[in-house]
């Protein structure tokens, strides 16, 4: 990993950090297909979200035209685990931080790109509710799961720890680079 993207990484103070190889990496349709349980509410109703967001082949594309990757997770504890309010917290707390290292790998000359967790955040409303086109699409970011990434295998396959115990919630995200 060259220096400049070290000292991004290093200033978002992630838990923990591995280096990814994109061909580690699996796009499955039963990833893509539990977004489609809408579990999380956001299904349908946010650009960066299945099925506005792209297809899987895409997907496949974007990682393929990578040689390296960087899994990097955030660990937050709490004390009652149906604090949902405190949840809702924590997502918007780690979606601030990608969309931070989002924008700095952007202004820097590295060819990379940013999956981040959860749906995207960056308007308070998706334009998709209104049929206005996406406000910032230089700066949305999908989910890995939006975009078919079995995060559970790549962490099996990667040793990034993806159940940190009780009263824990462990946050992924993911870089792409080219060097």
Same mark, same amino acid.
């Given at each position: 990993m060259n220096e400049a993207l070290?000292?991004?990484v290093e200033a978002c103070d992630f838990e923990e950090t591995v280096a990814v190889d994109p061909r580690q990496i699996h796009i499955t $349709?039963?990833?893509?297909?539990?977004?489609?349980?809408? %579990?999380?509410?956001?299904?349908? $109703?946010?650009y960066m979200c299945p099925p506005a967001v792209g297809d899987l082949d895409h997907y496949r594309e974007v990682v393929n035209s990578y040689t390296n990757g960087l899994l990097f997770?955030? +660990?937050?504890?709490?004390?009652? /685990? $149906?604090?949902? /309010?405190?949840?809702?917290e924590i997502m918007a707390g780690f979606e *601030?931080? +990608? !969309? *931070?290292?989002?924008?700095?790998? /952007?202004?820097?000359d590295? !060819?990379?790109?940013?999956?981040?967790?959860?749906?995207?955040?960056?308007?308070? !409303?998706c334009g998709i509710l209104t %049929? %206005?086109?996406?406000r910032f699409p230089d700066e949305a970011m999908p989910s890995l799961e939006a975009s078919g990434?079995?995060?559970? $295998?790549?962490?099996? %396959?990667?040793?990034? +720890?993806?159940?940190?115990?009780p009263?824990?919630?462990?946050?992924?995200?993911?870089?792409?680079?080219?060097e």
């Open positions: 070290r000292a991004m $349709q039963d990833v893509r297909d539990a977004c489609a349980k809408n %579990d999380c509410g956001h299904y349908g $109703q946010n997770s955030q +660990v937050y504890r709490f004390k009652n /685990r $149906q604090d949902y /309010r405190r949840m809702n *601030k931080t +990608v !969309e *931070k290292l989002h924008r700095a790998i /952007r202004k820097s590295m !060819e990379g790109t940013v999956f981040s967790a959860g749906c995207c955040t960056i308007c308070k !409303e %049929d %206005d086109p996406c990434i079995d995060v559970v $295998q790549l962490t099996k %396959d990667t040793g990034l +720890v993806y159940n940190n115990g009263k824990t919630m462990t946050i992924i995200g993911l870089i792409l680079y080219n």
